[in-house]
C-alpha cells in the first residue's frame, strides 16, 4: 500500500515535496516512481527511481526541476519540485513495481494521489 502527501496549493516559481510512503518491509526491492494526471487527460509519467537509489529517470519537462529521491530505510520515495509553472497543476501518484523501474512499466501499485496545484 502507497500513501502519498505533501501536495497543496503553490506560486509559479515555488516548491513542493510530495512524500509517499510504502508499507510492508520488501519496499527497497521496489521500483518506485511518480506519475500526473490532469482532469479529463492522461496519466503522465514524471520520475523513477531504481531500487537502489542510484539511477533515475525524468520526463522531458520537469528535468532540472524536479528530483526523485529514496530512504529505503524509510520506506519513503520523494519528489523535490522546484521552480513550478502552472503547468505542473495535477494529481500526482506514486507507483510501485516489483519487476522493473522507469517510463514504460506497467506499475503494480498505486497510491491514492496529491493534489499539485500552481497558481499563476
Known amino acids: 500500500q502507497l500513501q502519498a502527501f505533501g501536495g497543496g496549493l503553490v506560486q509559479a516559481g515555488g516548491s513542493l515535496r510530495l512524500s509517499c510512503v510504502a508499507s510492508?518491509?520488501?519496499?527497497?526491492?521496489?521500483?518506485v516512481g511518480w506519475f500526473r494526471q490532469v482532469s479529463g487527460k492522461d496519466r503522465e509519467f514524471v520520475a523513477a527511481?531504481?531500487?537502489?537509489?542510484?539511477?533515475?529517470y525524468y520526463t522531458d519537462s520537469v528535468k532540472s526541476r524536479f528530483a526523485i529521491s529514496r530512504d529505503n530505510t524509510k520506506n519513503t520515495v520523494y519528489l523535490q519540485m522546484n521552480s513550478l509553472k502552472p503547468e505542473d497543476t495535477a494529481v500526482y501518484y506514486c507507483?510501485?513495481?516489483?519487476?522493473?523501474?522507469?517510463?514504460?512499466?506497467?506499475?503494480?501499485?498505486w497510491g491514492q494521489g496529491t493534489l499539485v496545484t500552481v497558481s499563476s
Open positions: 507507483v510501485a513495481d516489483r519487476v522493473g523501474w522507469g517510463p514504460k512499466v506497467k506499475y503494480e501499485f
Open positions: 510492508g518491509d520488501t519496499f527497497s526491492t521496489y521500483g
Open positions: 527511481i531504481s531500487w537502489s537509489g542510484t539511477n533515475t
